[in-house]
Antibody
Framework: QVHLVESGGGVVQPGGSLRLSCAAS????????MHWVRQAPGKGLEWVTY????????FNVDSVKGRFTSSRDNSRNTLYLQMNRLSAEDTATYYC???????????????WGRGTLVIVSS | DIQMTQSPASLSPSVGDRVAITCRAS??????LQWYQQKPGKAPILLIY???TLQSGVPSRFSGSGSGTDFTLTISSLQPEDIGTYYC?????????FGPGTKVDVK
């Protein structure tokens, strides 16, 4: 079955950087677009980024443009989120999610990992 | 950006009750609308996609309807395991926005 495991979260100072990873299994990773979705403590869900199956196209929410970059290694079935210039507003649990579409962006979060918590604090 | 609203913000029905949650988009999104359930401390799960298609493995007591700007998630007979927060989400246009959520407790 589909399994997504995020890692790399932790406490980081404002202005710092962090790289999250998402290890995928149970499906053909190289054929699927992937998303990052975040949830601030006690708050709702916010879509962050989408990365096309081949890594050739990325969409980001405005609040992270120029700071966050998603990438993938299809040979390792792993998705990454590089987060730079972090601020307190980025404090959240970050989930990776498999898109329902194959080779196209359905923007539908079919399967989710358990998430990794990022805390931006001095 | 497309804004999503939900009502009610919370509800406390009894087991066996029929429950309806509504979601409204700030502009027409055709049927590009999903529903997710999130239980406390867990990741969300996809219930319904494309407004009315039940995700594989989701109990048939869940159903979705609507198009354009107005959508409804219905639970035909609420079960104790249905407690949690329900979110709608539009896939019509980037950024792919969520509603604020509807918290369901069981009375």
């Amino acid at each position: 079955q589909v399994h997504l495991v995020e890692s790399g979260g932790g406490v980081v100072q404002p202005g710092g950087s962090l790289r999250l990873s998402c290890a995928a299994s149970g499906f053909t990773f190289s054929s699927c677009g992937m998303h990052w979705v975040r949830q601030a403590p006690g708050k709702g869900l916010e879509w962050v980024t989408y990365l096309r199956y081949d890594g050739s196209k990325e969409f980001n929410v405005d609040s992270v443009k120029g700071r966050f970059t998603s990438s993938r290694d299809n040979s390792r079935n792993t998705l990454y989120l590089q987060m730079n210039r972090l601020s307190a507003e980025d404090t959240a649990t970050y989930y990776c999610a498999k898109d329902r579409g194959a080779n196209w962006n359905a923007a539908t979060f079919e399967y989710w990992g358990r998430g990794t918590l990022v805390i931006v604090s001095s | 950006d497309i804004q999503m609203t939900q009502s009610p913000a919370s509800l406390s029905p009894s087991v066996g009750d029929r429950v309806a949650i509504t979601c409204r988009a700030s502009q027409s999104i055709s049927t590009d609308l999903q529903w997710y359930q999130q239980k406390p401390g867990k990741a969300p799960i996809l219930l319904i996609y494309s407004s009315s298609t039940l995700q594989s493995g989701v109990p048939s007591r869940f159903s979705g309807s609507g198009s354009g700007t107005d959508f409804t998630l219905t639970i035909s007979s609420l079960q104790p395991e249905d407690i949690g927060t329900y979110y709608c989400q539009q896939s019509h246009d980037d950024p792919f926005t969520f509603g604020p959520g509807t918290k369901v407790d069981v009375k």
